[in-house]
């Protein structure tokens, strides 16, 4: 099935710098990779998602990147703001009959320092 | 428009003991789910459905019953609690499976003693 690695665990920024989180999947028929943010003690919540026909997609402050080849994404957040602090969760469909499931990796906390 | 509904919040069980977690959903999503998420483990999904009457098991189905009746609800059944089942309970619902945005319930935090 499905593997997907998420990198780093944790990252602080300062306020107005950008971050980058960064993931890897294993099943190269994987078309569908969105990311979701959870803030403390609620749901996660989907802000963006990326399909396999696009290398790059935006809104507003943030942008998700998309290499097939080499089988990677990446979520970018810019001039970030104290409200960007939550756990962020990258994740990726399966094939088969794994398309019918979402594997997520291991989430990153993101720290954004006054 | 409520989305998905969870219930309990908070429960706390003794092991061994039984219980079911409600999720609900009126979105007229076909496919549910239900995850696990344990600090530093992500969400793990625990079953899935793909339409009343389906289920299938997800990645760490061992303890967890489910079963489809509707396309609204989707139960979750433990049958015998244990400690390592100590976590937080998430269920979703989507318009497709895994092509499409995953709407979470808010979460259920169960304990077990």
């Known amino acids: 099935g499905e593997n997907v690695e998420q990198h780093p665990s944790t990252l602080s920024v300062q306020e107005g710098d950008s971050a980058v989180i960064k993931c890897t999947y294993s099943d190269s028929a994987s078309n569908y990779f969105p990311w979701y943010k959870q803030e403390l003690g609620k749901r996660p919540q989907l802000i963006i998602d990326?399909?396999?026909?696009?290398g790059e997609k935006k809104d507003q402050r943030i942008a998700v990147t998309l290499n097939k080849t080499a089988k990677h994404f990446s979520l970018h957040i810019t001039e970030t703001q104290p409200e960007d602090s939550a756990v962020y969760f990258c994740?990726?469909?399966?094939?088969?009959?794994?398309?019918?499931?979402?594997?997520f990796g291991k989430g990153t906390k993101l720290s954004v320092i006054p | 428009n409520a989305g998905v509904t969870q219930t309990p919040k908070f429960q706390v069980l003794k092991t061994g003991q039984s219980m079911t977690l409600q999720c609900a959903q009126d979105?007229?999503?076909?496919?549910m789910s239900w995850y696990r998420q344990d600090p530093g483990m992500g969400l793990r999904l625990i079953h899935y459905s793909v339409g009343a009457g389906i289920t299938d098991q997800g990645e760490v189905p061992n303890g967890y019953n489910v079963s489809r009746s509707t396309t609204e609800d989707f139960p979750l059944r433990l049958l015998s609690a244990a400690p390592s089942q100590t976590s937080v309970y998430f269920c979703?619902?989507?318009?497709?499976?895994?092509?499409?945005?995953?709407?979470f319930g808010q979460g259920t935090r169960l304990t077990v003693v």
């Open positions: 979703a619902s989507s318009y497709s499976g895994g092509t499409t945005e995953a709407f």
């Open positions: 979105m007229n999503h076909e496919y």
């Open positions: 994740a990726a469909d399966g094939s088969g009959a794994g398309s019918y499931q979402l594997t």
């Open positions: 990326i399909r396999s026909n696009v």
